[in-house]
């Protein structure tokens, strides 16, 4: 048995289901004898919902992925260098690119069925950050392999400096940079690094104040529905009372009826008596 050929099929199935399907191929693997691919395949982890649907996304859009993985290659690149050139212009993509591609995972998860709350948005979108920031979390996530989401990456902290590439000897070789400018650089890079992730925050707090104007809606609706039920309960309520009302007066006019009737089958038996009385007697 093919144990990455497996790791395949269950790593696109929902969480819900992966379980199951992984315990049914250590099953299979033991029957055929494979004592090693059943031990590989039980060693598999089961995924997080975010971590799933952030598979799901490289799995199923390989072209937005590579080029996500190249702007996580360009910024990795700048902050090891500290390249302020290089990181505000892989910046000015980041915040942007993530918040369509958690869209983009949380659209696909749907697709197969499976609901995506505002938490799970929240983590699919710190999984890309993730991504972005450490390469072994990048090659992970490009295998559709990822099983939790990563800590959360605040500046590239993950990301070591290094000394600026050495530049080929020159006739004149350019001047040394002095440490205020190298201070300079940083501070710069730092302040980019900042603003993107205010504009992440931004981002952010918009979601939540959609999310809030959405409950607000449901929350009107659901108060104005229950003032239309209230008055149709009383509406019924009046019916009802209106219906006993009625119901009441009805059986008075039957039972008035009934006496009617029986003081009217006594009247007609009197006379029919009074007849047959008077039929009996003989001429004068």
């Not at 390989?62 to 290089?86: K, M, N």
């Amino acid at each position: 048995m093919d144990v990455e050929e497996v790791a395949d099929a269950l790593y696109v199935l929902k969480p819900a289901d992966f379980v199951a399907a992984r315990d049914a191929y250590v099953a299979q693997a033991r029957e055929a004898g494979d004592k090693g691919a059943a031990k590989a395949i039980a060693a598999l982890r089961r995924p997080t919902v975010a971590a799933w649907a952030a598979n799901v996304l490289a799995l199923r859009r390989p072209e937005e992925a590579q080029r996500f993985l190249e702007i996580g290659e360009s910024l990795r690149e700048a902050h090891r260098t500290l390249d302020a050139e290089q990181l505000r212009a892989a910046s000015r993509q980041r915040n942007q690119l993530v918040a369509a591609l958690t869209r983009t995972a949380a659209d696909l998860a749907r697709d197969e069925g499976q609901t995506v709350g505002d938490p799970v948005l929240h983590e699919i979108e710190q999984a890309l950050r993730g991504v972005l920031a450490d390469p072994d979390v990048a090659e992970t996530w490009a295998r559709g392999r990822l099983v939790k989401v990563p800590g959360a990456a605040v500046d590239f902290t993950a990301v070591a400096p290094t000394s600026p590439p050495t530049r080929p000897k020159r006739a004149e070789p350019p001047p040394a940079r002095s440490k205020h400018d190298k201070a300079l650089e940083r501070a710069r890079a730092a302040a980019t690094a900042a603003e993107d992730e205010a504009r992440g925050l931004e981002q952010e707090l918009d979601r939540a104040r959609a999310g809030r104007r959405e409950a607000d809606a449901q929350e009107a609706a659901a108060t104005e529905r229950v003032t239309v039920l209230r008055e149709e309960l009383e509406q019924a309520r009046r019916a009802e009372r209106e219906a006993k009302g009625a119901a009441a007066s009805a059986r008075k006019r039957e039972k008035t009826a009934q006496n009617a009737l029986a003081e009217a089958r006594k009247a007609a038996e009197s006379a029919v008596r009074a007849a047959q009385t008077l039929g009996e007697r003989p001429e004068e």
